[in-house]
């Protein structure tokens, strides 16, 4: 449950938690009770210093948590709490752009450089960037994100062509294409093309393609706003010694890679519409959960991996100082799961606590 600046964490890495001890796939409900003592668990053992889960098993829907919400308070968790998503704004990003490609817009298999000339190497398609097959070095592994280091820049404005820069100021880490390395430059480059096709931010196009149709009221874009809008769990780490409040930071550093913030039930709504084929035309929705030899556990802005059980599930995951969340779905939206974590100052080992849960919701 480790805290990371648009951390790689998906269901690929999750899943991969499972694989001892895991009960045959079957049809009866989630135990709410042994999905509370593994969230317990999580707070007590130091894996977070809180947690809220939202569980939907058929008919079932119920909402967990434990620990706190701030330090040196005894405030539970908000159950509607908003929180910092992470990476899983890629999947907004990419459903994006598949609707542009519906629209006859782009050509997932054109060149980047056929809409934004001289942007990347000009072998390096839509496809490629979407799927983390581009080669692109990613920027943030180049950024001062140790604690005491980030805490000088947290409310630095970043624009995408900054971030950008410092990717291609490096060699590309592969051919494109041959190889799949996950790189937050990929997501700089599909919100910049969003940009250049709708001729607007990339956040209005989120908002006006997912965010309003779907009514996500506690979903947005932050842009430079270092505050979380409403009820909220708070983040820390250990920065110069001491404890340190990270929930505050200027989330542009991670831009369309990672800067968006949501709830659970949000996030459910938004995994319902986006699995039921309600966001995309039907050659689109194959192309999103579509996997390669090359990508065996991720399609184009969507992390697909089969559970030890046998039970498919697909979403994505994300991490970014302060938060760790989690988006996972069966593709039939009967068994889903959204989690988000805060971090703590003295983080523990929670043990198996999120393979626990992860069984008993999928498996």
């Not at 053992?45 to 909402?63: D, I, K, Y």
């Not at 701030?70 to 990476?87: I, N, Q, T, W, Y």
């Not at 006006?208 to 506690?218: E, S, T, V």
Request: charged content about 20%.
């Amino acid at each position: 449950m480790g805290i990371r600046l648009v951390a790689t964490v998906t269901a690929t890495s999750l899943l991969a938690l499972t694989t001892a001890g895991v009960a045959s796939a079957d049809t009866t409900g989630t135990d709410r009770e042994v999905v509370q003592q593994a969230l317990d668990q999580i707070a007590q053992g130091g894996g977070a210093l809180g947690v809220q889960a939202r569980v939907t098993n058929g008919r079932q829907h119920f909402t967990a948590r434990a620990g706190k919400a701030e330090l040196g308070s005894d405030k539970p968790v908000p159950l509607d709490g908003r929180f910092r998503v992470g990476s899983i704004t890629k999947t907004f990003v990419s459903t994006v752009l598949l609707q542009l490609a519906g629209e006859g817009r782009v050509d997932l298999d054109a060149p980047v450089v056929r809409y934004l000339p001289g942007l990347v190497d000009g072998r390096i398609t839509v496809r490629q960037v979407l799927q983390h097959t581009s080669g692109l070095y990613n920027y943030t592994e180049a950024l001062p994100l140790s604690p005491d280091e980030f805490e000088k820049i947290r409310y630095k404005h970043w624009s995408p062509q900054e971030l950008l820069a410092i990717a291609t100021a490096k060699p590309l880490d592969f051919e494109p294409g041959t190889k799949w390395n996950y790189s937050n430059t990929n997501y700089v480059v599909a919100g910049l093309l969003v940009e250049e096709l709708t001729g607007k931010p990339y956040e209005k196009a989120v908002e006006q393609r997912i965010i309003k149709p779907l009514r996500l009221g506690d979903t947005e874009v932050p842009g430079d706003r270092p505050t979380i809008k409403g009820p909220h769990a708070h983040g820390y780490w250990t920065a110069n010694g001491k404890p340190s409040d990270i929930t505050r930071i200027n989330p542009s550093v991670a831009w369309a890679a990672g800067e968006m913030i949501s709830t659970t039930r949000d996030l459910d709504t938004f995994i319902v519409a986006l699995s039921s084929g309600k966001l995309l035309k039907p050659a689109q929705q194959q192309e999103i959960a579509k996997t390669t030899e090359v990508s065996p556990n991720y399609g184009l802005g969507l992390a697909v991996q089969t559970a030890p059980c046998g039970t498919k599930v697909w979403g994505h995951g994300g991490g970014i100082p302060g938060y760790s969340t989690e988006l996972l779905s069966t593709p039939d939206t009967k068994k889903r799961l959204e989690l988000s974590a805060t971090s703590t100052p003295t983080p523990g080992d929670p043990g198996d606590a999120l393979g626990k849960i992860l069984n008993e919701v999928f498996c």
